[in-house]
């Protein structure tokens, strides 16, 4: 069964240090999320991406955060500099198409800012 | 977008049924209610969606009232393996909608 990988699985960063996740979506799904899940709630959208075209980064922090899908396939989120607030687990997901449907999520990265 | 709203927490005794409730007052016509659910420290995992129509699947039932306005998702048969944070969410059938998943529901399914 096709599954969303996400890379590293953990990360632990000083911080003012820059991190970066990668995701790489189901094949052919052409809808890609990137979410942040703080401890004790549910997971936040940060941004979602049509094929290589940003869609919805309206809760993207840009000061610090970027996220770019080149070629309309993988994708990597990252955050410089990285504050003690942005520990959380960095969960991608895909689905598709663009409008609503079932998405597939990865195993998140579990970010430490110390 | 119609917000849901779920108990925080609920206690399932292992081998019965598991009941999880939902409402959604202002659920419009397009808008289908997923479920998602999301074991300790893994990333959500889809379970089941509907419109109007009660549906079943290999994982639960979801029972949808006949005025769209609650739901409620049904495992048959809870296992350990089930204790999770449950989140209900409605969304639209077409056009952009941003997913939001709110707290969820927390199972514990005890031995």
């Known amino acids: 069964e096709a599954e969303v990988a996400q890379s590293p699985r953990y990360k632990i960063t000083e911080k003012s240090q820059a991190v970066a996740f990668w995701c790489d979506p189901i094949?052919?799904?052409?809808?890609l999320y990137w979410y942040r899940q703080i401890l004790g709630q549910g997971p936040e959208l940060l941004v979602q991406f049509q094929d290589e075209s940003v869609v919805d980064d309206s809760q993207l922090p840009k000061d610090r955060f970027s996220a770019e899908r080149l070629k309309g396939v993988d994708s990597t989120l990252k955050i410089q500099p990285a504050e003690l607030g942005d520990s959380a687990m960095y969960l991608c997901?895909?689905?598709?198409?663009?409008?609503?449907?079932?998405?597939?999520f990865g195993p998140g990265t579990r970010l430490l800012v110390l | 977008d119609a917000k849901t709203t779920q108990p925080p927490s609920m206690d399932c005794a292992e081998g019965r049924a598991a009941n999880l409730p939902c409402n959604h007052s202002?659920?419009?016509?397009?808008?289908?209610v997923y479920w998602y659910r999301q074991i300790h420290s893994q990333g959500p995992q889809y379970i089941i969606h509907?419109?109007?129509n009660n549906e079943t699947n290999e994982m639960a039932s979801l029972i949808i009232t006949e005025d769209r306005k609650s739901s409620t998702l049904i495992l048959p048969h809870a296992t350990l393996r089930d204790t999770a944070v449950y989140y209900c969410?409605?969304?639209?059938?077409?056009?952009?909608?941003?997913?939001?998943f709110g707290t969820g529901t927390k199972l514990q399914v005890i031995p």
């Open positions: 969410i409605a969304l639209n059938s077409g056009g952009y909608q941003k997913v939001t």
């Open positions: 509907g419109l109007k």
């Open positions: 094949s052919g799904h052409a809808t």
């Open positions: 202002t659920i419009s016509g397009n808008e289908y």
């Open positions: 997901a895909s689905s598709p198409r663009w409008y609503q449907e079932t998405q597939y």
